[in-house]
């Protein structure tokens, strides 16, 4: 008997759902051959612009495989670096899982694995199940070593809108020990520590303060640094980004450019240092310089 699977995938977090826009560039070179392309190109042929919707890939996805009586659940992590998922059942019928859910577990970079096999227990009788994923960017087990950080923005002057414990949107666990670095459109932005580029998000466009429909939608690069912690570069500008998931960056390296995307009042760097406290994102207290000194990211007394 085939089994009437309903899923539901919840993806939380860093986790795209919502289309977004996304620049195609359409240009002739010199022999006459057309050229379609998702970056700017460098020519100094006539470029026709054209802005289309796209559907984002989950960063963790959840497939259910198999048919019949048996079904199986898969889970692929396309993070560049570990990341923890809690896989749960909701409505169930008439199935058995193994391992029993909700079950938690980290996967490695760019892993895929089966996390349950689900199995009909009566073939006479109906069966219908719904599972549930959520996903957090990170392993459990990373401690933050208080490295000390360089400004992200080079020789740009420092102008810090925002420090720790901001009231106007730092005030979340993701958030709170982070910092709004004003700078120009377009200003270089640069790894602050040594890491490895975790995910690379640079295709959306446009802004603003309605945060339901802007908070998961600002421009980010996330790396990943040798204790497990996370640095983010929010808000950078729409294809500015020039590192790649997987690619290991150095500090003082360009990474992006500044921008103004999500939810933003205006241009600017939103940079904080995460860790994954179990399901959870947390952002941590961390220490900045820039070339003339230490510099002050917390509220003063």
């Given at each position: 008997m085939t089994v009437p699977a309903r899923l539901i995938a919840a993806l939380l977090l860093l986790v795209a759902t919502a289309p977004h826009a996304k620049k195609i560039y359409k240009y002739t070179d010199a022999a006459g051959v057309t050229h379609f392309t998702d970056k700017p190109p460098r020519t100094d042929?006539?470029?026709?612009?054209?802005?289309?919707?796209?559907?984002?890939?989950?960063?963790?996805?959840?497939?259910?495989?198999?048919?019949?009586?048996?079904?199986?659940?898969?889970?692929?992590?396309?993070?560049?670096?570990?990341?923890?998922?809690?896989?749960?059942?909701?409505?169930?019928?008439?199935?058995?899982?193994?391992?029993?859910?909700?079950?938690t577990v980290v996967l490695r970079s760019r892993e895929e694995r089966v996390l349950a096999n689900l199995q009909q227990t009566d073939l006479a009788q109906p069966a219908s199940f719904e599972l549930a994923l959520r996903a957090i960017p990170g392993n459990p087990d990373a401690r933050h070593d208080d490295t000390e950080y360089r400004w992200p923005l080079g020789d740009y002057p420092v102008r810090i809108h925002q420090g720790f414990d901001g009231a106007f949107s730092h005030t979340g666990e993701e958030s709170r020990y982070a910092i709004d670095a004003a700078a120009d459109l377009g200003t270089p932005v640069l790894a602050a520590r040594e890491g490895v580029v975790m995910e690379v998000q640079d295709d959306y466009y446009g802004a603003g303060l309605d945060k339901e429909k802007f908070a998961s939608r600002a421009n980010v690069v996330r790396i990943l640094h040798r204790?497990?912690?996370?640095?983010?570069?929010?808000?950078?500008?729409?294809?500015?980004?020039?590192?790649?998931?997987?690619?290991?960056?150095?500090?003082?390296?360009?990474?992006?450019?500044?921008?103004?995307?999500?939810?933003?009042?205006?241009?600017?760097?939103?940079?904080?240092?995460?860790?994954?406290?179990?399901?959870?994102?947390?952002?941590?207290?961390?220490?900045?310089?820039?070339?003339?000194?230490?510099?002050?990211?917390?509220p003063r007394p």
């Open positions: 042929r006539p470029v026709q612009e054209t802005t289309v919707r796209i559907e984002p890939t989950p960063m963790v996805q959840l497939r259910i495989e198999g048919h019949d009586s048996r079904r199986q659940a898969r889970v692929f992590n396309h993070f560049a670096g570990p990341a923890q998922v809690e896989l749960s059942v909701g409505d169930v019928r008439n199935i058995a899982t193994d391992p029993p859910l909700p079950l204790d497990g912690s996370m640095a983010v570069y929010a808000h950078l500008q729409p294809e500015s980004v020039g590192v790649q998931a997987g690619r290991h960056v150095y500090v003082g390296q360009k990474i992006g450019e500044s921008g103004n995307t999500g939810f933003s009042t205006g241009p600017h760097l939103h940079f904080c240092v995460q860790v994954n406290r179990g399901m959870r994102l947390v952002s941590v207290p961390f220490r900045m310089r820039d070339s003339t000194g230490p510099l002050t990211l917390a």
